[in-house]
């Protein structure tokens, strides 16, 4: 029997319309999951919707309809999403569904039963936009940080599950193993608990219509971050389910960093409760931005993930989120870097790839290539242990560049041999080595954009495989047929100028003092090996050597720019331009009239690594 694989998403609000931040979660739990079948694994994918919420009953008033109609018409829009979005998920779970709520009701009967359910009164502040109480700490200004509201000072009988009881356990638990990921969360989680212990946890609402009622108490509704964490379960049949006994537990949850503590924390003390394993890992990801701010259903921050899908395709969208975010970091969403790695990315380097390609073997060839020599150098620039690596540690964004590299490599390759040029005989064997090389990296971009996959392996005449397919010289004979353009190049007067929304340009004092900017000094400069308009550079900061990439080719000798002082702006997040790693960024002027960028430039006698103010 193959290994099982069990991943899940968080399950969303349904109050409005998803956002790109729901799209963003979606698209990684599917790569993942796809990734994971690409390997053999037997992968249960589940996502779904969470509908007894408080703030679903608030909003549903507020368009004067009744809260079954409301959930019932917006959760459509969350699964016209995982269509539009070509997701591969095994199942949809709502939480209004009968089979959630016997298996919420049995799991709060059970925990009851044990002894860890008991009566009280509870007196707090309460967040209907997160759904949880909030102590002080919680709050700036008297605010949610997630919503920007006060909370609700709510007293009221309740029921109190004893989560005290499991203090020393979950942090054992979260501090000995790789329960929570990445590092930056899990200290997050074990610095409240070292700092606030760990609480006996409200899981009742008191005499309110919307939700699911406690057992054998109706004017009690179960508190919905308890019975909504038990959608993991519920979807599988739980307790006696066959799908429960094969696939739990959970192998990932795969969560936003704004419900961390719900899973790392109050969903294990549940499962302690009642014996059951906790999931093995909880993966926190980060949140979609727009101009530095979080987007959000609730401040009107948010862009139209089927929107975007309609203007400029599914896959374009998927390679976007995974490939410009960092996997577990935050990053920010923006029209015109999406469209430039649309051009540059897609358009240019995959897909002028295979049309060459496929253009060569129809003009020379009648679209007939059969199997010769394969030429090794090309070959054996990929790396698919690398790939592989990747994966296993979750960091989509670096499998994918890893991927890319090699997409650049086959065109370094078609450019530096000029194939176009060569004997008949001699560019049949080239061909059936990059055509070899198309199918190979269909297979290892299939996660992450599916549709295209499939619209190379229909041009390329052959059937997608598996990982064990991922070997030169599988493929006797092709017989290619040039289809339509796989990613249209976007012209800008295409692009609306209406933004998706309006951020204010105005940066506060504290926001600007987060930037770290320093004096350094261009130590080595080297031509970047996969793009004519960047360098990488080697940059003194004082406490070490970092390297960048920029595009000053055009501007610069090489030699004119080493020992070059300049300012460097060193706490960026590092990404990778055409498969290398930048970290940071360099100051500079745009003239644009002049078409000249100017250094920004200290005076010559301060030190490496001094910080500008």
């Known amino acids: 029997m193959p290994k099982k694989f069990y991943i899940t998403t968080a399950i969303d609000y349904v109050n409005d319309k998803p956002h790109v931040g729901h799209a963003y979660e979606k698209v990684c739990a599917d790569a993942i999951a796809r990734w994971n079948r690409l390997i053999g694994h037997d992968v249960y994918f589940l996502t ?56 919420a009701q049995y799991l709060f009967d059970k925990v009851s039963k ?38 609700s000072l709510i007293k009221e009988e309740a029921y109190f599950f004893r989560m005290s009881k499991y203090e020393k356990q979950i942090i054992n638990l979260i501090s000995k193993s790789n329960f929570v990921k990445p590092e930056i969360r899990k200290n997050e989680v074990l610095s409240r608990l070292k700092s606030e212990g760990l609480k006996d946890l409200c899981v009742s609402r008191y005499k309110i219509d919307w939700g699911i009622p406690v057992p054998n108490d109706k004017e009690h509704k179960i508190y919905v971050w308890f019975e909504a964490l038990a959608n993991y379960i519920s979807a599988l049949d739980y307790p006696d389910g066959k799908k429960f006994k094969r696939y739990w537990p959970a192998d990932v949850h795969l969560i936003g960093k704004g419900i961390n503590w719900f899973h790392s924390v109050i969903w294990p003390s549940i499962l ?22 979080k987007m959000s259903k609730s401040t009107g921050l948010a862009v139209d993930p089927v929107d975007i899908i309609n203007k400029y395709g599914t896959d374009s969208l998927r390679y976007f989120l995974l ?32 049309s060459r390609i496929l253009t060569l073997a129809e003009t020379n060839f009648n679209s007939k290539i059969k199997k010769s020599k394969l030429d090794k150098k090309l070959t054996s620039k990929l790396d698919i242990k690398k790939i592989q690596f990747y994966m296993d540690k979750y960091e989509l964004h670096n499998a994918l560049s890893e991927i890319w590299r090699f997409v650049n490599e086959c065109n370094k390759h078609v450019n530096e041999e000029r194939i176009w040029g060569m004997k008949k005989e001699v560019m049949a064997e080239h061909l059936y080595t990059i055509l070899e090389s198309i199918r190979v990296l269909s297979i290892l971009l299939s996660p992450f954009i599916p549709n295209t ?54 940066v506060k004092f504290d926001e600007w003092q987060k930037l770290d900017l320093r004096v350094g000094e261009i130590k080595e400069v080297k031509e970047h090996p996969n793009a004519d308009k960047l360098v990488i550079l080697k940059v003194d900061i004082g406490s070490k050597v970092i390297q960048l990439v920029a595009g000053l080719k055009k501007y610069y000798k090489i030699n004119d720019l080493i020992g070059k002082k300049v300012i460097v702006f060193t706490n960026l997040e590092p990404i990778e331009l055409r498969g290398v790693k930048s970290e940071g960024m360099l100051l500079v002027a745009v003239d644009e009239k002049n078409d000249k960028v100017i250094f920004l430039t200290p005076e010559k006698d301060i030190v490496k690594g001094a910080k500008i103010r």
């Open 272 to 293: 302690l409760s009642v014996s059951i394993k906790p999931p093995k890992l909880i993966y926190v990801h980060g949140y979609v931005n727009i101009a530095g701010q």
């Open 114 to 151: 044990k002894g860890d359910i008991y009566k009280g009164k509870y007196e707090g502040l309460y967040c209907y936009g997160c759904e949880a109480f909030k102590t002080d700490r919680d709050l700036v200004n008297g605010k949610c940080l997630e919503h920007n509201k006060e909370p």
């Open 323 to 354: 490939r410009e975010i960092p996997f577990g970091g935050d990053g920010n969403f923006s029209e015109d870097v999406l469209i430039a790695r649309i051009n540059n990315e897609l358009a240019n380097d995959l897909g002028n790839l295979i």
């Open 453 to 506: 996959s499939e619209e190379i392996n229909k041009q390329l005449g052959v059937k997608l495989g598996n990982f064990k397919d991922c070997k030169f010289g599988l493929i006797k004979n092709y017989t290619v047929k040039k289809g339509g353009i796989l990613f249209k190049k976007i012209e800008l007067k295409e692009v609306s100028k209406s933004q998706p929304v309006e951020v204010s340009n105005m």
């Open 48 to 103: 779904g919707t969470d509908e007894n919420a408080q703030k679903n009953a608030q909003a549903a008033k507020e368009v004067n309809m009744t809260v079954k109609e409301f959930v019932d018409k917006n959760v459509t829009k969350f699964i016209e999403l995982c269509s539009a979005l070509n997701l591969s998920n095994d199942d949809f779970i709502r939480t209004t569904s009968a089979r959630h709520i016997k298996a």
